[in-house]
């Protein structure tokens, strides 16, 4: 089934922000709103996207409610979240993404918003895995991350070269590009939802994890063979990792090559997109064409 392409953005175009997971700091997400303001977009910001409920921004179904009004809405072009957190999970079974089949819009969003992404391939929609209004402004000024995130969602290029890692493993390939948290895909694994990678290029990232725990993870990727059949692999930051007192004995980025070692597709390590400071946007479900040699490169392939 072929992948539908949203439209492009414009000036003047709408953009709804919504707060589909944790409780969001207003004084941290409005100076990226007004940054969309100020290139020219309507912004819309969700009834509850201010609001709190415990550690989310209102109950499941204050949370439901924004989302499937921007779904709805056919003047928006974009839905961009505000941020991540938690619940995103709790609130799936509550929307109905079907309207989008006929009026596809953007979504927006990283971290736990990786629930959406995952529904939006299923439905053959691609999204935009990219920063979202906290990170939009580094410094005083605009970040490489919100101009990156522009540049995507207004002419749908999307181009990275990085210098490549000792540990990367070396070749190319080209193909659907899938994926998103690595906590989030592995809660989603014998469900609906769950996410098929065969004969994609999988990126995975994520932050604040036990070493155990992420092999936990890339474990029940490899045995129920989810590795397998990737054309590639691209492994953006893995933050903040944690370890016991009894050290585990790898780094994040050994235990990924390990859970892979048995194959032999192309693999990018410390790929610029994840929870760090350049988080690069990316097209989930368009194609795209990985190498990895001397230099790493990420290219979507524009048709």
């Known amino acids: 089934m072929r992948m539908i392409i949203p439209p492009f953005l414009k000036p003047g175009d709408r953009i709804r922000i919504v707060s589909p997971a944790g409780k969001v700091q207003k004084d941290k997400i409005l100076p990226g709103i007004e940054l969309l303001q100020d290139e020219g977009y309507e912004v819309v910001v969700g009834r509850h996207v201010f609001g709190k409920n415990f550690q989310y921004s209102g109950t499941d179904l204050q949370r439901a409610a924004d989302l499937q009004e921007a779904i709805d809405d056919p003047k928006t072009q974009a839905i961009i979240c505000a941020r991540g957190g938690y619940g995103s999970l709790r609130i799936i079974e509550k929307i ?14 990283f971290s736990d918003i990786t629930a959406f992404h995952v529904i939006l391939n299923k439905l053959r929609i691609a999204s935009i895995h990219g920063a979202m209004p906290g990170f939009f402004i580094d410094d005083m000024k605009p970040s490489k991350s919100f101009f990156s995130l522009m ?28 994926g998103g948290n690595l906590s989030l895909l592995f809660s989603l694994q014998g469900t609906p939802w769950q996410l098929e990678t065969s004969g994609k290029i999988l990126f995975i990232e994520d932050l604040s994890e036990y070493l155990y725990h992420l092999d936990r993870m890339m474990q029940n990727l490899r045995l129920s ?63 795209y064409e990985l190498k990895v040699a001397e230099k790493c490169r990420l290219i979507r392939k524009q048709s």
């Open 96 to 109: 109905d993404f079907s309207p989008l089949l006929k009026n596809p819009k953007w979504l927006v969003g």
């Open 151 to 178: 540049e995507l969602l207004s002419s749908g290029r999307s181009e990275v070269k990085i210098q490549a890692e000792e540990i990367n493993r070396n070749g190319s390939c080209t193909g659907e590009l899938v």
């Open 225 to 287: 063979g989810h590795l397998k059949n990737l054309a590639g692999l691209v492994v953006g930051g893995f933050t903040d990792m944690k370890d016991n007192e009894s050290p585990f004995g790898k780094t994040a980025n050994e235990i990924i090559l390990e859970a892979v070692q048995d194959y032999q597709f192309p693999v990018c390590f410390n790929f610029p997109a994840g929870h760090i400071p350049k988080n690069l946007a990316l097209m989930f479900g368009s194609q």
